[in-house]
């Protein structure tokens, strides 16, 4: 059974930093993609950032130079390290898995297969 856990999420001041964790673990893709969605209330979820097998990431426009995608050397745990935060940055941030490269999903939600439950952050 495939689980990811998400873990960091907190308040913080505009400015400010973050770094989320996801810990995941019963899947074994020699492929995949890892990535960081967010949900802001009342509006659909979007992706932030992602890391393929290869390591090799992506951000979003809007994050770019904030925020930092990585992994362990062991692909279990997954980082989302988040500077200069802004209000707008506040959302429920999820980890989410696709057994398709990342370059293959385009960042469509229905190529991610599993979700961890969220965690939520809030920037004032």
């Known amino acids: 059974e495939v689980q990811l856990v998400e873990s960091g999420g907190g308040s913080v001041q505009a400015g400010g930093s973050l770094r989320l964790s996801c810990v995941a673990s019963?899947?074994?893709?020699?492929?995949?993609?890892m990535a960081w969605w967010r949900q802001r209330p009342g509006e659909e979820r979007e992706g932030v950032a992602q890391?393929?097998?290869?390591?090799?990431?992506s951000v979003v426009n809007s994050v770019k130079g904030r925020f930092t995608i990585s992994q362990d050397n062991g692909k279990t745990t997954l980082y989302l390290q988040m500077n200069s935060l802004k209000t707008e940055d506040t959302a429920m941030y999820y980890c989410a898995v696709s057994d398709s490269w990342c370059y293959d999903t385009g960042m469509k939600e229905h190529y991610f297969s599993y979700w961890g439950q969220g965690t939520q952050v809030t920037v004032s």
């Open positions: 890391i393929d097998s290869d390591t090799s990431t």
């Open positions: 019963g899947f074994t893709y020699s492929s995949s993609c």
